[in-house]
T-cell receptor, first 111, second 112 residues
Framework: DAKTTQPPSMDCAEGRAANLPCNHS???????VYWYRQIHSQGPQYIIH???NNETNEMASLIITEDRKSSTLILPHATLRDTAVYYC????????????FGKGTKLTVNP | DAGVIQSPRHEVTEMGQEVTLRCKPI?????LFWYRQTMMRGLELLIY????????DSGMPEDRFSAKMPNASFSTLKIQPSEPRDSAVYFC??????????FGPGTRLLVL
């Protein structure tokens, strides 16, 4: 899997959009971008994934650049409960199922 | 769906004792993963199964650790004998065809 780079921490005001960046400049054509988050004392939670098109679900939106070298996870209206560590992972489906979790971004949503 | 179920949620044991952690994956998911998380090492994959068959156990720290998946709805991770350095949170996750992994709440293990 390609290496990903994320800022170690970010802050966001409650009710505002949280935009979490991820660089994956060595991503392969068959690798998807997955986002997970881990709220304190809980198991990691799947958020969203995409290959090259932008994706949206009930939790978040994923914007992938045209060259696929970076992406942004958007939480449109952050709440205090969105405070968590967010992990961006580049992973190819169909091969080894092994995911490698890096250090992620600690997002703190402030009131 | 109840999600991935793990038991026990907390375990305190003494060094040298056997510890067995249990996991029930989401029905219909064909891959199951065991992870360990510590402050020092983060989240590490220990082993994963596909259709009940162990595929990659390269993350299992040593022979004291063993994992089984006797059927599609149950897996165990056993540590025998346990040591203080095994203290961690152990997560089980299952994955279906779409590629996303769904994690259980974890078992917090403390070995004294």
């Amino acid at each position: 899997d390609a290496k990903t780079t994320q800022p170690p921490s970010m802050d966001c005001a409650e009710g505002r959009a949280a935009n979490l960046p991820c660089n994956h400049s060595t991503i392969s054509g068959n690798e998807y971008v997955y986002w997970y988050r881990q709220i304190h004392s809980q198991g990691p939670q799947y958020i969203i994934h995409g290959l090259k098109n932008n994706e949206t679900n009930e939790m978040a939106s994923l914007i992938i650049t045209e060259d696929r070298k970076s992406s942004t996870l958007i939480l449109p209206h952050a709440t205090l409960r969105d405070t968590a560590v967010y992990y961006c992972i580049a992973h190819a489906q169909g091969g080894s199922e092994k995911l490698v979790f890096g250090k992620g971004t600690k997002l703190t949503v402030n009131p | 769906d109840a999600g991935v179920i793990q038991s026990p949620r907390h375990e305190v044991t003494e060094m040298g004792q056997e510890v067995t952690l249990r996991c029930k994956p989401i029905s219909g998911h064909n891959s199951l993963f065991w992870y360990r998380q510590t402050m020092m090492r983060g989240l590490e994959l220990l082993i994963y199964f596909n259709n009940n068959v162990p595929i990659d156990d390269s993350g299992m720290p040593e022979d004291r650790f063993s994992a089984k998946m006797p059927n599609a709805s149950f897996s165990t991770l056993k540590i025998q004998p346990s040591e203080p350095r095994d203290s961690a949170v152990y997560f089980c996750a299952s994955q279906g065809q779409a590629g996303a992994q769904y994690f259980g709440p974890g078992t917090r293990l403390l070995v004294l």
